[in-house]
């Protein structure tokens, strides 16, 4: 036999693959474990049990499916109690003149019986033992001739022609069906044009979530705010004790609070206006500028077809009309399955009886098993019914990120569709946190802002003051070709007067 462990394993599917799994799944996940107990229950009773005791009826005139007439029919066939013998003490009188029953000697009338009756037993009635009777222990009824092997003929002859297939097949039909039911809950993250997409979409949302970036660019938004209201007097006040810079070629240049990036120093850190914000070193501003590589190509990639969505919509349909077909047959079969049952196996040359009656030892057992799987399987439907609903009341294939832009600064974060937008309402019906981290690598405001600060981290003050050199006409200038985007170290070089990018 196999453990429920082994059959359970069916039903497992990765433990990343649990963020895309809602509240429905998982119980049906438990369900379907309860389902497999019971049928694993049922099946292991059916084969440590004889499923069937067959006896000659004796009478032809009495039938076998009731009680009551089993009770007649052994009555019937019952012989006659045996004889018993009456031993009696006889009255005497005294010499005063009165009668009385004088006890007599038990073991004399114990030697008195013949020595056939072996099984002989003396009752005497007490305390006085004036009556005594012989009662005969032999055993009673119709003797039947037939030898063991026979009855065991009969007992397998009939389990095959009269017992209804619902009583004999039962344990071995939930099984298969829980079995089915437990596959088409995870065929979606096993089938190949699926699996690999769920597998690195999984992959991308770990990453994303755990990612130093999502937490800097999820809390840049209040830092932002608090710099603009309370750090705008600071700057002015440092800006009036610097000199006025010199007029240059590079239009509206600025000047800094006066520090500079070390080169040393990680790309974030407490600036000197007291405001804290999350540190991320190169490796970590690296990966995140990797992960929305790995983002924008992941959503164009999906957002092409929806065979994510059908599929999990065709494996509820399924599950669904298994459950109708599981409480359909069993609901009408369920009554077939009798305690009492007349068989006729057409051995009379060998056994020399015709009918037999039959009890299924198992009948109550199943039956109470089978009610209490139909219980658990209605509760599985029901809950298949309630994702129905679900699945086709909501547009799915659709999803917005206007809370997260509400929330947020990045007011750029698009909405999605299709298979896309149906893992992201998945992920809601998990942990609406995923979403929110996510939609932070959806955003080209959150891409230019990590560039601006990697850009800031490789070029600092130091590394642009050593490219600034002297044209011909004796001015400061500093070349950066090929770059993203401007260092805003440039604008802490006070000499600077033209800027070649």
Same mark, same amino acid.
């Given at each position: 036999?196999?453990?429920?462990?082994?059959?359970? &394993?069916?039903?497992?599917?990765?433990?990343?693959?649990?963020?895309?799994?809602?509240?429905?799944?998982?119980?049906? +996940?438990?369900?379907?474990?309860?389902?497999?107990?019971?049928?694993?229950?049922?099946?292991?009773?059916?084969?440590?049990?004889?499923?069937?005791?067959?006896?000659?009826?004796?009478?032809?005139?009495?039938?076998?499916?009731?009680?009551?007439?089993?009770?007649?029919?052994?009555?019937?066939?019952?012989?006659?109690?045996?004889?018993?013998?009456?031993?009696? %003490?006889?009255?005497?009188?005294? +010499?005063?003149?009165?009668? *009385?029953?004088?006890?007599?000697? %038990?073991?004399?009338?114990?030697?008195?019986?013949?020595?056939?009756?072996?099984?002989?037993?003396?009752?005497?009635?007490?305390?006085?033992?004036?009556?005594?009777?012989?009662?005969?222990?032999?055993?009673?009824?119709?003797?039947?001739?037939?030898?063991?092997?026979?009855?065991?003929?009969?007992?397998?002859?009939?389990?095959?022609?009269?017992?209804?297939?619902?009583?004999?097949?039962?344990?071995?039909?939930?099984?298969?069906?829980?079995?089915?039911?437990?596959?088409?809950?995870?065929?979606?993250?096993?089938?190949?044009?699926?699996?690999?997409?769920?597998?690195?979409?999984?992959?991308?949302?770990?990453?994303?979530?755990?990612?130093?970036?999502?937490?800097?660019?999820? &809390?840049?938004?209040?830092?932002?705010? &608090?710099? #603009?209201?309370?750090?705008?007097?600071?700057?002015?006040?440092?800006?009036?004790d610097h000199a006025s810079p010199p007029?240059?070629?590079?239009?509206?240049?600025?000047?800094?609070?006066?520090?500079?990036?070390?080169?040393?120093?990680?790309?974030?850190?407490?600036?000197?206006?007291?405001?804290?914000?999350?540190?991320?070193?190169?490796?970590?501003?690296?990966?995140?500028?990797?992960?929305?590589e790995k983002v924008r190509k992941f959503?164009?990639?999906?957002?092409?077809?929806?065979?994510?969505?059908?599929?999990?919509?065709?494996?509820?349909?399924?599950?669904?009309?298994?459950?109708?077909?599981?409480?359909?047959?069993?609901s009408y079969f369920v009554d077939q399955?009798?305690?009492?049952?007349?068989?006729?196996?057409?051995?009379?040359?060998?056994?020399?009886?015709?009918?037999?009656?039959?009890?299924?030892?198992?009948?109550?057992?199943?039956?109470?098993?089978?009610?209490?799987?139909?219980?658990?399987?209605?509760?599985?439907?029901?809950?298949?019914?309630?994702?129905?609903?679900?699945?086709?009341?909501?547009?799915?294939? *659709?999803?917005?990120?206007?809370?997260?832009?509400?929330?947020?600064?990045?007011?750029?974060?698009?909405?999605?569709?299709?298979?896309?937008?149906?893992?992201?309402?998945?992920?809601?019906?998990? +942990?609406?946190?995923?979403?929110?981290?996510?939609?932070?690598?959806? &955003?080209?405001?959150?891409?230019?802002?990590?560039?601006?600060?990697?850009?800031?981290?490789?070029?600092?003050?130091?590394?642009?003051?050593?490219?600034?050199?002297?044209?011909?006409?004796?001015?400061?200038?500093?070349?950066?070709?090929?770059?993203?985007? #401007?260092?805003?170290?440039?604008?802490?070089?006070?000499?600077? *007067?033209?800027?070649?990018?």
């Amino acid at each position: 036999m196999f453990t429920v462990t082994e059959v359970a &394993s069916l039903s497992d599917s990765q433990p990343a693959y649990r963020i895309l799994k809602p509240w429905w799944d998982v119980f049906l +996940d438990y369900l379907g474990i309860v389902m497999l107990m019971l049928s694993i229950f049922a099946g292991t009773m059916q084969f440590s049990r004889d499923p069937l005791c067959c006896l000659p009826k004796l009478d032809e005139n009495v039938t076998c499916l009731s009680d009551s007439a089993i009770q007649k029919s052994l009555l019937a066939t019952a012989s006659p109690s045996a004889p018993t013998k009456v031993f009696e %003490t006889e009255n005497t009188t005294t +010499d005063r003149g009165t009668t *009385e029953r004088v006890p007599f000697d %038990t073991d004399a009338v114990q030697r008195s019986l013949p020595l056939s009756s072996k099984r002989a037993l003396l009752y005497c009635v007490s305390p006085n033992q004036h009556m005594c009777k012989v009662l005969d222990s032999s055993p009673s009824g119709r003797q039947t001739g037939m030898e063991y092997m026979q009855y065991i003929f009969v007992n397998q002859k009939c389990y095959h022609d009269v017992l209804p297939w619902i009583s004999k097949y039962m344990p071995f039909l939930a099984l298969i069906h829980t079995v089915i039911l437990m596959a088409s809950s995870n065929f979606w993250f096993k089938y190949p044009k699926t699996s690999s997409k769920l597998e690195h979409f999984v992959s991308i949302l770990g990453k994303c979530f755990e990612s130093p970036w999502t937490t800097k660019a999820l &809390s840049e938004t209040a830092c932002e705010e &608090s710099e #603009v209201t309370g750090t705008a007097p600071q700057h002015q006040s440092k800006l009036s004790d610097h000199a006025s810079p010199p007029k240059s070629n590079l239009g509206s240049v600025s000047a800094s609070d006066g520090g500079s990036l070390n080169p040393s120093m990680p790309m974030f850190a407490k600036d000197q206006s007291g405001v804290s914000v999350t540190i991320l070193d190169k490796k970590d501003g690296e990966q995140a500028k990797a992960l929305f590589e790995k983002v924008r190509k992941f959503r164009l990639h999906v957002e092409e077809s929806d065979i994510i969505y059908q599929l999990y919509t065709l494996q509820s349909l399924v599950k669904t009309l298994k459950i109708l077909l599981i409480v359909g047959y069993t609901s009408y079969f369920v009554d077939q399955i009798q305690f009492l049952h007349e068989c006729a196996p057409d051995v009379e040359e060998l056994i020399g009886y015709t009918t037999f009656c039959c009890t299924h030892t198992l009948a109550y057992l199943l039956r109470k098993v089978l009610y209490t799987y139909m219980a658990v399987v209605v509760l599985y439907g029901l809950v298949c019914f309630y994702t129905l609903y679900w699945l086709f009341k909501r547009p799915l294939k *659709e999803y917005s990120f206007e809370k997260v832009r509400e929330e947020s600064n990045f007011s750029d974060i698009p909405d999605v569709k299709n298979d896309f937008a149906f893992l992201m309402h998945m992920i809601d019906q998990y +942990d609406s946190l995923y979403s929110k981290r996510f939609a932070v690598f959806l &955003s080209e405001v959150s891409e230019n802002k990590l560039r601006q600060l990697s850009l800031n981290h490789e070029w600092s003050y130091e590394k642009l003051r050593q490219h600034v050199t002297k044209n011909a006409q004796d001015k400061m200038e500093l070349h950066l070709l090929m770059l993203s985007g #401007v260092p805003e170290a440039v604008f802490d070089i006070l000499d600077l *007067e033209i800027l070649k990018v």
